[in-house]
């Protein structure tokens, strides 16, 4: 049988927080360091797993089950955990990727010989909701990115301000000209940008290098950026894209920053950085192009991870369909 340990909590008293014990920080610790030197992970990656494991060791320390011994876990265990994360109202999407996380752990436990079995792999996945992503269509994207500079709304206060445009529409044009992921774009360094061969090397999940070409309209962007780059980046930062203090973009202020070219190019929607990359996949293969092919430039390990932008492009085809035929069924 299974042995339970009590569980460790901070004051010892009953209902108090649950602290987890030191042998299965000490696991965890060895998993994300593993994570990080042997597979290559980013830092974002890292950071995900070791808030998802720490809720996971947590939750199983309030029910009796110490992760410093994981041998005493079992499925059930995790699949209460999951079943806890339902009832509080997670997303099905949120509880999976914690699930994965779960599973990669216990199967770095079972090569390490520490447990025989993973116990998070007899744990199903929740069914999981058919949300489609929010995408532009081909004269949204237009608008977006052929904004006039001259607008009112466009129209900027300053020399820096307008340095900082010319930056965000060099970062749209490049998520949608090559389908990056928003943390891909982010990545880049100036040695990372070949303007002469038109190519971006770009460093993708699981440590995964590949080339991006980049478009006349992304090359033309890029080239008035780096004009103006030198105005804003600090001395010793490598990074493409910077803020406004000259240190790296990051993620939050990207976002805002695609947002607001939104509301300038006077679109009704604000629109996720990762949109633009959804809006790339879907108007290549409405236009024809191959599902490898795709596959590819958008640096996806499984083909099944692209084919769900053949059925965003079957749905579009549909309604247009249903809206133009004259013998089509009209909603």
Not at 2 to 26: C, D, E, I, L
Not at 155 to 167: F, G, I, T, W
Not at 311 to 324: C, F, G, K, P
């Amino acid at each position: 049988m299974k042995r339970s340990r009590p569980p460790t909590s901070a004051g010892g008293a009953p209902g108090a927080p649950v602290r987890p014990s030191p042998q299965a920080a000490r696991l965890v610790a060895e998993f994300l360091e593993w994570l990080t030197v042997e597979r290559g992970a980013p830092e974002t990656t890292r950071a995900a797993y070791a808030a998802d494991l720490d809720q996971l060791v947590r939750a199983l320390a309030a029910r009796g089950v110490d992760m410093g011994h994981p041998e005493d876990v079992d499925y059930r265990h995790i699949q209460a955990w999951i079943g806890q994360l339902y009832r509080q109202g997670m997303a099905r999407s949120t509880m999976a990727r914690k699930l994965a996380a779960a599973r990669t752990f216990f199967r770095h436990l079972q090569r390490r010989g520490l447990v025989d079995a993973n116990a998070a792999a007899l744990v199903r996945n929740p069914r999981q909701e058919r949300r489609q992503p929010r995408i532009l269509n081909v004269e949204e994207a237009r608008a977006l990115l052929g904004a006039d500079p001259a607008s009112p709304a466009a129209a900027p206060k300053s020399p820096d301000a307008a340095r900082l445009r010319c930056r965000d529409l060099a970062l749209a044009e490049l998520l949608y000209g090559s389908g990056l992921r928003i943390s891909e774009a982010l990545g880049l360094d100036l040695d990372d940008i070949q303007l002469a061969e038109g190519m971006a090397r770009v460093m993708g999940k699981g440590a995964r290098e590949r080339m991006a070409p980049l478009s006349d309209a992304s090359l033309h962007a890029l080239r008035a950026w780096l004009e103006e780059r030198p105005y804003l980046a600090a001395v010793d930062c490598p990074a493409l894209f910077v803020g406004a203090r000259g240190g790296r973009l990051d993620r939050r202020e990207a976002a805002r920053r695609i947002a607001r070219l939104c509301r300038e190019a006077g679109l009704d929607v604000s629109i996720s950085p990762h949109a633009l990359r959804h809006s790339f996949a879907t108007h290549l293969l409405d236009a024809g192009a191959d599902l490898r092919s795709v596959q590819e430039l958008l640096g996806h390990k499984r083909l099944a991870t692209t084919q769900r932008y053949t059925q965003v492009s079957l749905e579009r085809l549909m309604r247009i369909y249903d809206q133009a035929h004259p013998r089509a069924k009209k909603a």
